[in-house]
């Protein structure tokens, strides 16, 4: 028994050693997983939390979570709430003092740029409300950018050796993206004005950046699922206030967008929401292209 | 050069950026620092067909508050939870519990460490065990109204006392966690604090990960030694000084395709425990084992609704003559239970259950009907594996 934990231990130390020379981070979402890979590329070993199938709201505490967040020097997540139901648990269990809220290691996307949706009041007959605004920053590219930012300082700071490769990095993703702001931008004019009926007011930051307007949400309340009684008065509403798309996540079940979409005879988009959802949204950039392609596209409109 | 003006131009220009969204300034109050508070209210309705004052399980003494609580309305389990960071390195948590009699008793009372490093956490306090996997779980989240049967018989309900653990979280890739504790040994199966108040320890390993996506697996394995002195089980009180010993092992698989568990999932559990005790019982010498086990399945089908089945088994030693007409006597019989049950959520803060059991934990079967709500008010924590 003592010669198995003894080779056990060595294995360890010896796996250890192996990634010592690689800074360890724990990503919540692909998102963010895909901003690490811009701004640290192959000086880290990025641990993706979720997939781009996966609510993010609602992910069991699993024990490989904690496994994983025990080894973090980094921690980047949306924060602002969106993984109170899980995060918490596995920070407090894994022991790990760097990713403990406040350390330089914790760091939290959506708390880096500004915030749409924060209530005015917060109680939970209003649904799943995050007291710290909407947490799904993440699809408006300018804010990407303030967060790529904000990232590439923390990356300095905790692991300074590697300062001028995360300034390198940060500074070619900064051109790129630069570019590909204006490119979007161009191609995206016929969006500017058009109304959505969305799932869930995770799109928020995407149709702010695009100039479109929530019509209505298919969840009665956020993070409540629709029921057919509220998707009647969805209805009545969208005869008042027409809207030109209905969009949903690719994470999300498409039975109640794809119902109002038939009987309103509205065009039905399921939009990619984060990195790998769709074949095409394989990086950052990748899931904009193919976000404004669909949304062109269903408007009739080719990119 | 160039980069780096080009680099400190938009520096400037995103920290321009980031004060146009200027966000609301905190204030400062009194109130600023209030820790997380957490109240379950759960409220039950039970029939049973026997008498529940009378309630025994064949072969085993049972510690307090067991059976399967008083018929009709009842507010029992309710809790009121206080937690809140301590500190930079010290997290708190304080439970207060009505019991189904009606009494207020702190269930829980513990300051444990954040981020020690190393993978140590040290917690002191009152707790429950690190034991098993059930034995963590406070009753909101319990999938049936009531614990299995091994856990009322073996644990007394569950294994809580005052203490201190110690666990170590391995620098693995898959989860593995080795943890020891020692307690007062006031609560069952320990008693009046033997040892000098070091009466109970306990050593446990748990281990697990994920196959894929949708499935992932935990799995345990506990000691637990626990010294008796004079431990008074039953009405009228039958004592017991001497060793206790416990062995058990858990294993829990969970299912939730492309791992939602929002939409559909599937929980399967199963626990076994081993009891062996030795020492003086009524005065007679008394030396024998006792064993259960229990496995459940809960499968939520579609979102909200979920249904489960659970089945409970014990079997004990029959310690001899001497024990005839006590606690401990058989009656030839080795007690089971069947319980289905199916509840709806509105969201994680509300459930309502209904549950039926067939309890044969003693010769005469009991048919019991339990209607039950849980709502979560205020801060709720996220809850474990």
Request: glycine share 8%.
């Amino acid at each position: 028994m003592l010669r198995i934990f003894i080779v056990l231990g060595l294995s360890w130390l010896a796996f250890s050693a192996h990634a010592a020379g690689k800074l360890q981070v724990f990503t919540c979402e692909p998102e963010w997983a895909a901003l690490v890979n811009e701004l640290a590329g192959d000086r880290t070993a990025i641990y993706q939390a979720t997939t781009a199938l996966q609510d993010p709201h609602h992910i069991e505490a699993r024990p490989s979570l904690i496994a994983k967040m025990r080894k973090a020097d980094l921690l980047v997540c949306s924060g602002a709430g969106l993984e109170a139901g899980w995060l918490p648990l596995v920070i407090r269990q894994s022991a790990n003092r760097n990713i403990l809220p406040g350390q330089p290691g914790h760091f939290e996307a959506a708390m880096q740029v500004s915030r749409l949706d924060v209530p005015e009041r917060v109680d939970r007959s209003l649904g799943d409300v995050h007291a710290q605004g909407n947490p799904h920053v993440h699809l408006d590219p300018r804010r990407v950018l303030q967060i790529a930012a904000a990232l590439r300082d923390r990356l300095m700071m905790i692991d300074a050796g590697n300062s001028q490769y995360y300034q390198q990095r940060y500074t070619a993703f900064e051109t790129a993206w630069r570019d590909a702001i204006k490119q979007w931008e161009a191609i995206a004019k016929p969006l500017r004005g058009v109304n959505v009926v969305v799932h869930h007011r995770d799109s928020v930051y995407l149709f702010d950046w695009l100039g479109m307007n929530i019509v209505v949400s298919l969840e009665p309340k956020p993070g409540i699922a629709p029921a057919a009684g509220y998707l009647g008065e969805v209805k009545q509403h969208l005869k008042q206030q027409p809207a030109d798309l209905v969009v949903y996540a690719a994470y999300q079940h498409s039975r109640a967008a794809r119902w109002i979409s038939r009987e309103m005879n509205i065009p039905l988009v399921k939009l990619p929401y984060t990195v790998g959802a769709t074949p095409t949204a394989t990086s950052l950039k990748g899931l904009f292209d193919d976000t404004l392609s669909h949304l062109l596209a269903a408007l009739g409109q080719s990119s | 050069m160039k980069q780096f003006v080009s680099h400190m131009l938009w520096v400037g220009l995103i920290t321009g950026a980031t004060s146009a969204y200027a966000q609301p300034v905190p204030k400062i109050s009194s109130n600023q620092y209030n820790p997380a508070m957490s109240l379950i209210i759960n409220g039950k309705y039970s029939q049973f067909s026997n008498d529940p004052d009378n309630y025994t399980i064949a072969g085993f003494a049972l510690g307090e508050e067991t059976g399967p609580g008083e018929e009709g309305f009842n507010l029992g389990e309710s809790e009121l939870t206080i937690t809140a960071n301590i500190d930079d390195l010290f997290y708190g948590s304080f439970t207060a519990a009505l019991t189904a009699e009606d009494e207020v008793e702190v269930e829980e009372a513990y300051i444990e460490t954040l981020g020690l490093g190393s993978g140590f956490t040290i917690k002191a306090g009152r707790f429950f065990s690190g034991i098993g996997y059930l034995n963590q779980h406070h009753a909101h989240s319990w999938d049936f109204v009531d614990q299995p049967l091994v856990y009322k018989a073996i644990l007394g309900n569950q294994l809580g006392d005052d203490g201190v653990q110690v666990r170590w979280l391995a620098p693995t890739d898959f989860f593995l966690e080795f943890g020891v504790e020692a307690y007062r040994g006031d609560s069952f199966p320990a008693g009046n604090a033997a040892n000098s108040g070091k009466g109970t320890s306990t050593v446990f390993f748990h281990t697990g990960a994920d196959i894929n996506v949708s499935h992932s697996w935990q799995a345990g394995m506990s000691f637990i030694n626990a010294e008796a002195e004079a431990r008074e089980t039953g009405s009228p009180a039958e004592s017991f000084t001497g060793d206790s010993r416990i062995t058990a092992v858990d294993f829990v698989w969970k299912w939730a395709p492309q791992g939602n568990p929002k939409q559909t999932n599937f929980k399967l559990q199963l626990e076994y425990f081993l009891r062996q005790e030795e020492g003086t019982y009524q005065s007679n010498n008394y030396d024998a084992d006792q064993q259960g086990y229990y496995v459940q399945t809960v499968y939520q089908y579609m979102p909200k609704w979920r249904v489960g089945l659970r089945y409970d088994a014990l079997s004990a030693d029959d310690p001899g003559v001497a024990f005839n007409g006590t606690a401990l006597d058989t009656q030839g019989h080795d007690p089971e239970r069947w319980s289905a049950m199916v509840d709806w959520s509105r969201t994680e803060f509300s459930r309502l259950r209904f549950q039926y059991s067939r309890d044969d934990a003693s010769p005469d079967s009991d048919n019991q009907f339990y209607l039950q709500y849980f709502m979560s008010l205020g801060a709720h924590g996220a809850h474990r594996f």
